[in-house]
Every structure is written in C-alpha cells, then in structure tokens.
C-alpha cells in the first residue's frame, strides 16, 4: 500500500511539471506582428534606440523559447511588443511631422 501511495505521488509530481508551463504562442505572435510593424514603419531610421531595443527582447524571446524557457520568452515578447509599439508610433509621428 504504501509503494503505490509513492509511485502514484511520484506520477502526480512528474505530470503536474508538464501542466504548469505553457507556451506563450499568442504572446510570440503579437511581438512578431508588433516588430514586422515598427520595421514596416521604419522605425529603424526614425527610432533606432527603440527599435534596436525591440529587435534585442524580440530576439532573446525566440531563443527562450527554443530551449523551452517559455516563462522567460513571455516576459521578453512582452518587451518586445511595448518597444516596438513605441518605436513604431515615433516613427509614424516623425513622418507625419516631416509631411507638415
């Protein structure tokens, strides 16, 4: 009786570590779009103090999550996508400005 009181607490530890972590599919994706956006905006040019440090979290997000830190590549797309909602909003502001 005991032995399978150990083995079944063993599989409920080993099962539960897989429950915990989940992928930040959608949170990759939206700092993606985010970053293919300010690029599209030429933030590069416009706001490159932004938009270099957009790339740098964008980057560090997609090998996070290639070597399965999905916790850590949340928290750097999440980065990601404010750096480059900023980048691309100066960008935008600066070409509007020029345009005057």
Request: charged content about 25%.
């Amino acid at each position: 009786m005991k032995k399978i009181i150990h083995v079944l607490f063993c599989l409920l530890i080993l099962s539960a570590c897989g429950l915990t972590t989940t992928r930040p599919k959608l949170e990759m994706a939206m700092a993606q779009t985010a970053f293919l956006a300010a690029r599209e905006a030429q933030a590069d040019v416009k706001a490159p103090s932004l938009y270099r440090k957009a790339e740098y979290f964008y980057l560090k997000a997609k090998s996070s999550y290639k070597r399965k830190y999905f916790n850590k590549a949340q928290q750097y797309a999440l980065l990601s996508r404010k750096y480059s909602e900023r980048a691309e909003y100066v960008a935008i502001r600066k070409k509007t400005l020029e345009n005057l």
